[in-house]
């Protein structure tokens, strides 16, 4: 499995930007992608994640109600919407996958198996 992460950018302060994470090669009904972000000296940070059918979707507290994860399974892509930006949201974003995941070791870095590169997003003031 290959990931590809984009859409990250420079925006100002409460402006929005929409990162997609598409997938290639073989997908599973028990996939669960995420999506952390890190800054430097700073360990990485869990962000939202979201299952293959897009019932059960999960935000840390700092992003509730600003950002957005959904998922096109036609396209093998998932997006994270962010709205209303702040400039401490600014990290280098990386998606991940895994499909052997137990309920509650999604929000956990060192639980999946695929990354993409990760792409910037920086929120200026």
């Known amino acids: 499995v290959q990931l590809q992460a984009s859409g990250g950018g420079l925006v100002q302060a409460g402006g929005s930007l929409r990162l997609s994470c598409a997938a290639s090669?073989?997908?599973?009904?028990?996939?669960?992608t995420g999506w952390f972000r890190q800054t430097p000296g700073k360990e990485r940070e869990f962000v939202a994640a979201i299952n293959y059918n897009g019932a059960n979707t999960y935000y840390v507290d700092s992003v509730k109600g600003r950002f957005t994860i959904s998922r096109d399974n036609a396209k093998n892509t998932v997006y994270l919407q962010m709205n209303t930006l702040k400039p401490e949201d600014t990290a280098v974003y990386f998606c991940a996958l895994d499909s052997s995941l137990e309920y509650g070791l999604q929000f956990f870095p060192t639980e999946y198996d695929y990354w993409g590169q990760g792409t910037q997003v920086t929120v200026s003031s």
């Open positions: 090669g073989r997908t599973s009904s028990k996939d669960i």
